[in-house]
């Protein structure tokens, strides 16, 4: 299965900001936890810090190289924590909305079509 998480970091960067805003924009009608999406926020802002300091390659060193790696992998947990929490099964959540914000889990369609249904129903 292929991963939602784009693999390079300017690619993840624009990802998770898009993310973290469509979130924030709709979290009331999807009923998402304020608790959780500040905590959310608070693993996005150590990213974007880390990724500051990285993007300026004539300054930085390899601390900050470490300090990207691990303010990632970090963020990268809490973020399908919080997908697999909020997102993946949110009924207020259209599928659309979902592949509009790359979260293309495969477990998450729904299925409408009555005979596709009824073939899985065995009696």
């Known amino acids: 299965m292929v991963d939602y ?3 390079y970091d300017a690619d993840f960067n624009l990802w998770q900001a898009f993310l973290v805003e469509k979130i924030d924009l709709n979290l009331i009608i999807w009923g998402i936890s304020d608790k959780d999406f500040v905590a959310l926020k608070s693993f996005q802002a150590l990213w974007a810090i880390a990724f500051e300091r990285v993007g300026n390659k ?3 060193i ?3 190289m470490q300090a990207i790696t691990e303010a990632r992998n970090d963020y990268e947990v809490h973020l399908r924590i919080f997908v697999s929490k909020w ?3 949110n009924c207020m959540l259209p599928v659309c909305e979902r592949e509009r914000m790359g979260l293309n889990i495969l477990h998450s369609r729904v299925d409408t079509d ?3 249904i009824s073939n899985k129903i065995r009696i």
């Open 58 to 60: 004539q300054n930085h």
């Open 114 to 116: 009555v005979s596709y």
């Open 87 to 89: 997102l993946t099964f």
């Open 62 to 64: 390899g601390a900050d």
């Open 5 to 7: 998480i784009p693999h």
